[in-house]
């Protein structure tokens, strides 16, 4: 029996073992780590049932005709009990008082008259008790009918000629 041991060993190291049809490579892997740090996190999503008294909201206001454009957003901040803050408007104006700077010293009171396309228009607006008694300051830019582009603050009445849309 211990014949029959030695002649199988021996049977395996005269006969080889059948080789491999083809070379097995080992792959690498691809891609991060398992345990890595850097996976990718999915945005953060914050959903709130209702919105606060404090959120913003935009709000588009549309004036007719020969209105007031400043004293109708200072009467809607008054009405509403908010801040008012624009941020474009678009449109054309009748008639402006505009304070241009001339130069750092100075600073001149203009009244524009005729049509003008508002170009941007600017400016805040706090809620108040009582009436306002000096507009609040606005800045505007305005094109005229020969291309030309006079710009300033505020300093007085901005007339809405064919109804002004005010992007709040």
């Not at 524009?112 to 228009?121: A, I, K, P, T, Y």
Request: glycine share 10%.
């Amino acid at each position: 029996m211990a014949d029959e041991g030695a002649r199988a060993s021996r049977a395996e190291l005269i006969e080889p073992a059948a080789a491999p049809a083809e070379p097995v490579f080992a792959r690498k892997p691809r891609g991060r780590p398992s345990g890595s740090k850097n996976k990718p996190k999915p945005p953060v999503v914050v959903v709130t049932e209702r919105e606060s008294e404090g959120t913003m909201r935009p709000v588009v206001l549309e004036l007719a005709a020969g209105c007031d454009v400043v004293a109708a957003v200072a009467a809607f901040a008054r009405r509403r009990r908010v801040g008012v803050s624009v941020l474009c408007g678009r449109g054309a104006v009748a008639a402006v008082r505009l304070r241009l700077a001339t130069s750092p010293t100075t600073a001149t009171a203009v009244t524009l008259h005729g049509r003008f396309e508002v170009m941007s228009l600017s400016g805040t607006v706090l809620p108040s008790e009582g009436p306002a008694s000096a507009p609040p300051p606005f800045s505007v830019s305005l094109a005229g009918a020969a291309g030309q582009v006079i710009g300033g603050t505020l300093a007085g009445e901005m007339t809405a000629a064919d109804g002004i849309n005010k992007g709040i």
